[in-house]
């Protein structure tokens, strides 16, 4: 458990949290909200290219998470990702300029919006192909049994992947060899524009563990304490050798699937319904509700974000494209290959 988790449970007030977490949360859910809206502004103007796919509406699901783990856990994910990735740490500057394709990007521009990567935080994607991430982290789960440690993988991944075959040989084998992993369905209702409803007779997402008795439940995607507790549970589940867990998050973004979706399955009445749930607003309702922070400090977060997204965007524009060099770099270590030639 995080140590922002650790101070959390200790708390006497009314206030499940103390003012520090909240803060982080709201910090980390309108870093990720502002990033995301500078990307679609920046892909409107043709300085990022390909696919996007943007986390709004999910922002809680990255916070509650990041303080229900410990840094030493891996985390896997699909393509929607650039939250999870900013939450875990990584800077908005090298991540702005990924999707820009630029040197200075976390994959040196190489993997663009849906392959973030950092060794160093953890973080091993953004996974382009739908499912195919979730064998990735039941191997890493696996790793990390091997190795004798006791961290967990957190594997996530969507709706639409649920339906895949991978998801569930991966469940099989992580139950019969009680693997560290905790599976996480970030479930935001639409598989592209294919609702759940309309893929499966099993709507409720997280049923689908129960087939290898796994610890399964839902949980309350729009909020970070939800997620946090549930977290929580579920990793300590895991830490003390009982095997896997699967939590179905459940969700909702705002945007299309991509930016090339214009999203008109959904009708204005399921829009205007989720609107009212947005977690930022509700966790800034809170915070100045329950008198847990001053609107002066939540306007100095605001601006603070603000001004970062600005640099971003500027580290983003200034940075190099990568040199053609880069093209045979990173595919194959070059000792084992030493015929190719740079």
Same mark, same amino acid.
């Given at each position: 458990?995080?140590?922002?988790?650790?101070?959390?449970?200790?708390?006497?007030?009314?206030?499940?949290?103390?003012?520090?977490?909240?803060?982080?949360?709201?910090?980390?859910?309108?870093?990720?909200?502002?990033?995301?809206?500078?990307?679609?502004?920046?892909?409107g103007q043709q300085k990022?290219?390909?696919?996007?796919?943007?986390?709004?509406?999910?922002?809680?699901?990255?916070?509650?998470?990041?303080?229900?783990?410990?840094?030493?856990?891996?985390?896997?994910?699909?393509?929607?990702?650039?939250?999870?990735?900013?939450?875990? &740490? $990584?800077?908005?500057?090298?991540?702005?300029?990924? =999707?820009?394709?630029?040197? #200075?990007?976390?994959?040196? @521009? *190489? /993997?663009?919006?849906?392959?973030?990567?950092?060794?160093?935080?953890?973080?091993?994607?953004?996974?382009?192909?739908?499912?195919?991430?979730?064998?990735?982290?039941?191997?890493?789960?696996?790793?990390?049994?091997?190795?004798?440690?006791?961290?967990?993988?957190?594997?996530?991944?969507?709706?639409?992947?649920?339906?895949?075959?991978?998801?569930?040989?991966?469940?099989?084998?992580?139950?019969?060899?009680?693997?560290?992993?905790?599976?996480?369905?970030?479930?935001?209702?639409?598989?592209?524009?294919?609702?759940?409803?309309?893929?499966?007779?099993?709507?409720?997402?997280?049923?689908?563990?129960?087939?290898?008795?796994?610890?399964?439940?839902?949980?309350? &995607? $729009?909020?970070?304490?939800?997620?946090?507790?549930? =977290?929580?549970?579920?990793? #300590?589940?895991?830490?003390? @050798? *009982? /095997?896997?867990?699967?939590?179905?998050?459940?969700?909702?973004r705002y945007k299309g699937?991509?930016?090339?979706?214009?999203?008109?399955?959904?009708?204005?009445?399921?829009?205007?319904?989720?609107?009212?749930?947005?977690?930022?607003?509700?966790?800034?309702?809170?915070?100045?509700?329950?008198?847990?922070?001053?609107?002066?400090?939540?306007?100095?977060?605001?601006?603070?974000?603000?001004?970062?997204?600005?640099?971003?965007?500027?580290?983003?524009?200034?940075?190099?494209l990568p040199p053609a060099?880069?093209?045979?770099?990173?595919?194959?270590?070059?000792?084992?290959?030493?015929?190719?030639?740079?």
């Amino acid at each position: 458990m995080s140590k922002t988790a650790t101070k959390s449970r200790k708390t006497t007030s009314k206030r499940s949290f103390d003012k520090d977490t909240y803060l982080l949360w709201y910090e980390n859910m309108l870093r990720i909200r502002r990033f995301e809206e500078r990307a679609l502004m920046m892909y409107g103007q043709q300085k990022i290219r390909g696919f996007c796919h943007v986390y709004i509406g999910q922002e809680a699901i990255a916070a509650g998470l990041m303080t229900g783990i410990r840094k030493e856990d891996a985390i896997v994910t699909g393509y929607r990702q650039h939250g999870i990735a900013i939450a875990r &740490g $990584m800077g908005t500057k090298e991540c702005m300029a990924e =999707l820009f394709g630029k040197i #200075d990007g976390c994959n040196k @521009g *190489k /993997g663009g919006s849906m392959h973030f990567f950092s060794n160093e935080h953890r973080y091993f994607g953004g996974n382009g192909i739908v499912g195919a991430q979730i064998p990735i982290g039941t191997g890493i789960g696996l790793a990390e049994q091997y190795k004798g440690t006791d961290n967990i993988s957190v594997t996530m991944f969507g709706d639409g992947a649920a339906r895949q075959g991978s998801l569930f040989e991966s469940f099989n084998m992580a139950m019969t060899w009680k693997l560290p992993v905790l599976y996480i369905c970030e479930n935001n209702h639409y598989a592209m524009g294919t609702s759940v409803k309309r893929t499966s007779n099993v709507t409720d997402i997280y049923k689908l563990g129960s087939a290898f008795d796994m610890p399964s439940e839902p949980v309350d &995607g $729009m909020d970070p304490e939800s997620v946090h507790h549930a =977290l929580v549970k579920a990793a #300590d589940h895991i830490r003390a @050798g *009982k /095997g896997p867990y699967f939590l179905e998050i459940k969700t909702y973004r705002y945007k299309g699937h991509s930016v090339s979706d214009p999203a008109t399955y959904r009708t204005k009445d399921e829009l205007k319904e989720y609107q009212e749930k947005d977690p930022i607003k509700l966790l800034e309702a809170k915070l100045l509700d329950d008198k847990i922070a001053a609107k002066e400090e939540i306007e100095k977060i605001k601006d603070l974000i603000k001004s970062e997204i600005n640099e971003a965007v500027k580290f983003a524009e200034s940075s190099d494209l990568p040199p053609a060099s880069e093209l045979y770099t990173d595919n194959y270590q070059q000792e084992n290959y030493p015929f190719i030639k740079h």
